[in-house]
């Protein structure tokens, strides 16, 4: 069955799940008060040089500056014949105070800043612009020798010194005339991008990317064939009925308005799905799980048996968990939207082929995801690692937040311990020479305080003896349980 998109439309958020089969594929969510920038194109202005980091940051009138590093400047000769010259240092090609043309690359992620390029692309349905660029691209998945050569040859009419094009797979088998639209639609872009830089002052975008849905549309539409897209927005249906109709007709007939009474997320059973995507295990069908932790570092996977018993050979077992493992790897990293670097630690095996198996199985799955990855090989502790390509917030960061409580450790301190640390706080300043006042109050969480009044309360009464003071509990029901004060009176 082919791909269905479902978009569910409030004032304020835009969900958009892909879903194969009733299957969660991907789900992106747009909120106003933190649209996406991915794809904009700013007039920046240079604050600061690093030489020593080749970096430079840029201010393009975001809450922080943004980050731009030398490997994502584009500096190529005038002449056509040569190559990108050879450059030291960032300073050699920016300098303090400069304005600058950048695209954004990819938004902030947790503590890192935007980072930039200058490496500008605008895409559209059949080809990508390609500002500084001097050769053609074209998609890997378009074989045919013949059509590559006739699609380059139409496009070599409308590149120049200063910009070329790739061309998409979607491309492949377009009359003329289609290619040539999408070419000049796509020069008059940038035209408007060069206008807006020349009369307009720093800090200000000179081009947005398409909202959530079109770029979807535009960029995995004829790709994934979506077999429906339904909207429960009546006003958002129409933008993207007229969307497609204008850019992609062969799916205008499938955008659908639904009128349904019940939450179309629960018709596709889309709202438990994304609940569960936020638990760290990953259960089968088979009866095996995967447990997935997420730091800030990296992306640990562990795979485990569970119920699975398998076949009557114990390697044959092992291999099926793992090979089964990695389809559902694939799946929960584009579902969660997890990248950088990732660690899976699969069921110990024994066999260099088996592993291979394995390696092979993973690789094939990844293929079938637009995001680009490179898998690895098996250490000698049997841990695989991945990279990931990564552009947005994964769907735990975009939907969570840290603990009030754990500040995001993932753990908590015992009872016992912040009992210990009252009792340590206690004797430090009953032992300060400013302290004369003869009672302490203790303000604590309820289940801290019962070990204090009761469970330890013989340890309390020795400390009152030692120090020669008093102590009083005060039960405070808002309180964490890592949250209490020593008060002297």
């Not at 994502?72 to 010259?85: E, L």
């Not at 308005?257 to 018709?267: A, K, L, T, V």
Request: hydrophobic share 40%.
């Amino acid at each position: 069955m082919s791909m269905e998109l479902v978009l569910n439309v409030t004032m304020s958020e835009t969900r958009l799940a892909i879903v194969k089969n009733r299957v969660l594929q991907e789900i992106r969510i747009d909120r106003k008060v933190n649209h996406g920038i991915v794809g904009n194109i700013y007039k920046g202005k240079v604050i600061r040089v690093l030489p020593s980091m080749q970096s430079a940051f840029v201010n393009l009138g975001l809450d922080k500056p943004a980050f731009l590093h030398l490997s994502d400047i584009s500096v190529y000769s005038k002449n056509r014949k040569t190559k990108k010259f050879q450059v030291n240092s960032i300073s050699d090609i920016i300098h303090q105070g400069q304005d600058i043309i950048v695209q954004v690359l990819k938004e902030s992620l947790d503590i890192k800043r935007v980072r930039l390029t200058t490496k500008i692309i605008i895409p559209s349905k059949y080809l990508i612009f390609v500002f500084g660029s001097i050769n053609i691209g074209i998609s890997k998945n378009i074989s045919n020798q013949y059509e590559r050569n006739r699609l380059k040859k139409i496009i070599s009419n409308y590149c120049d010194k200063n910009f070329s094009f790739i061309i998409r797979s979607a491309a492949e088998g377009i009359d003329k005339t289609k290619l040539v639209q999408d070419a000049v639609f796509l020069k008059n872009i940038w035209s408007k991008v060069l206008e807006r830089k020349n009369r307009s002052s720093t800090c200000i975008v000179l081009y947005s990317e398409l909202g959530l849905t079109q770029s979807i549309l535009r960029d995995f539409g004829t790709i994934n064939n979506f077999a429906k897209i339904l909207v429960d927005s009546y006003s958002e249906y129409k933008k993207i009925k007229k969307f497609a109709l204008n850019y992609i007709p062969e799916l205008a007939n499938k955008v659908k308005f639904y009128s349904g009474s019940d939450p179309i997320f629960d018709i596709y059973n889309i709202e438990n799905q994304i609940q569960c995507s936020l638990k760290p295990k990953v259960t089968f069908k088979s009866g095996g799980y995967l447990l997935i932790e997420q730091t800030k570092s990296m992306i640990t996977i562990d795979i485990n048996t569970g119920t699975f018993v398998g076949m009557n050979k114990f390697e044959d077992t092992i291999l099926n968990i793992n090979i089964e493992a990695t389809k559902e790897i694939v799946h929960q990293l584009r579902l969660r939207n997890l990248g950088g670097i990732i660690i899976i630690d699969f069921i110990d095996m024994m066999s260099d082929k088996d592993r291979e198996c394995v390696i092979a199985s993973l690789k094939t799955e990844l293929t079938k995801n637009c995001v680009q990855a490179t898998v690895g090989s098996f250490t000698r502790f049997g841990l695989l690692e991945i990279t990931r390509k990564r552009t947005r917030e994964s769907l735990e960061n975009v939907l969570c937040d840290s603990c009030y409580s754990c500040k995001g450790k993932g753990t908590i301190k015992t009872s016992e311990t912040v009992y210990f640390e009252i009792l340590r706080e206690i004797l430090y300043l009953s032992k300060k020479d400013s302290v004369k006042e003869e009672k302490f109050f203790v303000h604590a969480s309820p289940e801290v305080a019962r070990i204090l009044q009761f469970d330890k309360s013989h340890e309390l009464y020795q400390l009152q003896a030692i120090i020669g003071k008093q102590v009083f509990i005060q039960i405070e029901p808002l309180y964490f349980r890592e949250h209490f004060n020593v008060v002297v009176i």
